[in-house]
T-cell receptor, first 116, second 115 residues
Framework: DTGVSQNPRHKITKRGQNVTFRCDPISEHNRLYWYRQTLGQGPEFLTYFQNEAQLEKSRLLSDRFSAERPKGSFSTLEIQRTEQGDSAMYLC??????????????FGNGTRLTVT | AQSVAQPEDQVNVAEGNPLTVKCTYSVSGNPYLFWYVQYPNRGLQFLLKYITGDNLVKGSYGFEAEFNKSQTSFHLKKPSALVSDSALYFCAVRDDTPYDYKLSFGAGTTVTVRA
């Protein structure tokens, strides 16, 4: 299966600890997105990359959150000094470039973070 | 600014009956519209999209959606629902602003198809 891969699937951490998630997109996709989903809500945009460039970051995103995509391949999302409100499913998605139009986003199965 | 509303939290139908999941949108330019489905503890799976052209869009698993510009709606439909269609459905939109590629999602509609 060459879909979007996210690791780990689950992460339990104590408040105040740092966590890092990894996303491996579909290999030919040059765009990569991070979304956060809480129970009963739709995915909320966090940030996205085109190749290695981070083009947009949500204004809702705390400075404790940082994302990287070195060499335009995999991406990492780090949360520093985690808080209980960070508990959510973190979804990664990728897409290819079709002129000005996005191809559909292809989502991974997510990383579920629980902050105790 | 772009946003999506899914007015129904839940839709319940009997197997074999038609299924409709409602979605309305708001964008500043022209909309690009998408439907996704999510099964428990999984990511979202793409069903169909409207970019331009025919207002009736056909997608995966027998689903279709109708774009209505005057009503700013993009309702998802299936003529005959299956129990396996029970899942969480999300409508998403972005407008055609150049270089703005993020999607905005609705809160989701839980579909339950009873046997």
């Amino acid at each position: 299966d060459t879909g979007v891969s996210q690791n780990p699937r689950h992460k339990i951490t104590k408040r105040g600890q740092n966590v890092t998630f990894r996303c491996d997109p579909i290999s030919e996709h040059n765009r990569l997105y991070w979304y956060r989903q809480t129970l009963g809500q739709g995915p909320e945009f966090l940030t996205y990359f085109q190749n290695e460039a981070q083009l947009e970051k949500s204004r809702l995103l705390s400075d404790r959150f940082s994302a990287e995509r070195p060499k335009g391949s995999f991406s990492t999302l780090e949360i520093q000094r985690t808080e209980q409100g960070d508990s959510a499913m973190y979804l990664c998605a990728s897409s290819s470039f079709e002129s000005r139009i996005n191809s559909p986003l292809h989502f991974g199965n997510g990383t579920r973070l629980t902050v105790t | 600014a772009q946003s999506v509303a899914q007015p129904e939290d839940q839709v319940n139908v009997a197997e074999g009956n038609p299924l409709t999941v409602k979605c309305t949108y708001s964008v500043s330019g022209n909309p690009y519209l998408f439907w996704y489905v999510q099964y428990p503890n999984r990511g979202l799976q793409f069903l169909l999209k409207y970019i331009t052209g025919d207002n009736l869009v056909k997608g995966s698993y027998g689903f279709e959606a109708e774009f209505n510009k005057s009503q700013t709606s993009f309702h998802l439909k299936k003529p005959s629902a299956l129990v396996s269609d029970s899942a969480l459905y999300f409508c998403a939109v972005r407008d055609d602003t150049p270089y703005d590629y993020k999607l905005s999602f609705g809160a989701g509609t839980t579909v339950t198809v009873r046997a």
